[in-house]
């Protein structure tokens, strides 16, 4: 695995690891209560140095038509824009920009998995793409950026 990735989720102390079932060994934050009730939201690095992020479909997931709703699927790649970001993100971030387009539907049961990359991370700015697939149908796909964000009395704030 590439050393970046080994290290790039390690000083987290939000950061939980599944210890049973579908997601045992899969990573989520637990600072987000909106994405803790919206989710849970996962992700884990593959050996290839990629981030890999799922959930699975659940009845609260749902819309009105029973498919998933697209408020969750944006909520979702928000998500995987900061997993993905992982190993250019070493400090708070927050989403400056975000586009979409709905492909298709999914709907209760199936697995959700988000895969992308950084596009150009800068001093200040890191820009992300990617999908959101069921199986091998493609149904959203995104783009982001997240702005850095210093914390107030650090030595970078003052510089």
Not at 26 to 33: E, H, K, P, Q, S
Not at 74 to 88: K, N, P, S, T
Not at 100 to 128: K, N, W
């Amino acid at each position: 695995m590439h050393d970046v990735t080994k290290s790039a989720f390690r000083h987290r102390p939000d950061l939980h690891i599944g210890t049973e079932g579908e997601f045992k060994g899969w990573r989520t934050w637990v600072r987000d209560t909106f994405e803790s009730h919206n989710g849970p939201f996962w992700h884990r690095v593959e050996e290839d140095g990629s981030v890999r992020c799922a959930f699975r479909v659940e009845k609260k997931h749902l819309n009105g038509a029973s498919n998933v709703h697209g408020g969750c699927f944006m909520a979702f790649a928000d998500y995987c824009l900061f997993a993905i970001a992982g190993h250019e993100l070493h400090s708070p971030g927050v989403t400056v920009g975000f586009a979409c387009e709905f492909l298709d539907a999914a709907r209760e049961g199936e697995l959700i998995e988000g895969t992308g990359e950084v596009t150009r991370a800068g001093g200040s700015l890191i820009f992300v793409r990617g999908q959101l697939k069921s199986g091998k149908r493609t149904l959203f796909t995104f783009s982001g950026t997240i702005k850095r964000v210093r914390r107030k009395g650090s030595p970078e704030s003052n510089a």
